[in-house]
Nanobody, 116 residues
Framework: QVQLVESGGGLVQPGGSLRLSCAASGSIFSINVMGWYRQAPGKERELVAAITSGISTNYADSLKGRFTISGDNAKNTVYLQMNSLKPEDTAVYYC??????????WGQGTQVTVSS
């Protein structure tokens, strides 16, 4: 049984910052990809950022320069630093991991609301 526990979401004013964390626990052999996705009301879930093998990163083009993903494979934890937040960043943010054996797991989501 694998569990992903997300934390760090909340309410922030425009221009502010938040740092999301996602810790994976359970029977994980090794993690290949760790990522963050988000889903705003009425919209499809979209990729925010992902990190592969703890080294290679990719971001949604619109978020480059504001968001930074990092991972700690030893702790099975992935982080998302979000700066210069905008109201349009408001969404539920989901953590996802894909293990080296190809198993795919999602967190329960954490709400991020950017509003004055």
């Amino acid at each position: 049984q694998v569990q992903l526990v997300e934390s760090g979401g909340g309410l922030v004013q425009p221009g502010g910052s938040l740092r999301l964390s996602c810790a994976a626990s359970g029977s994980i052999f090794s993690i290949n990809v760790m990522g963050w996705y988000r889903q705003a009301p009425g919209k499809e879930r979209e990729l925010v950022a992902a990190i592969t093998s703890g080294i290679s990163t990719n971001y949604a083009d619109s978020l480059k320069g504001r968001f930074t993903i990092s991972g700690d494979n030893a702790k099975n934890t992935v982080y998302l630093q979000m700066n210069s937040l905008k109201p349009e960043d408001t969404a539920v943010y989901y953590c996802r991991i894909v293990t080296a054996l190809g198993y795919d797991y999602w967190g329960q989501g954490t709400q991020v609301t950017v509003s004055s």
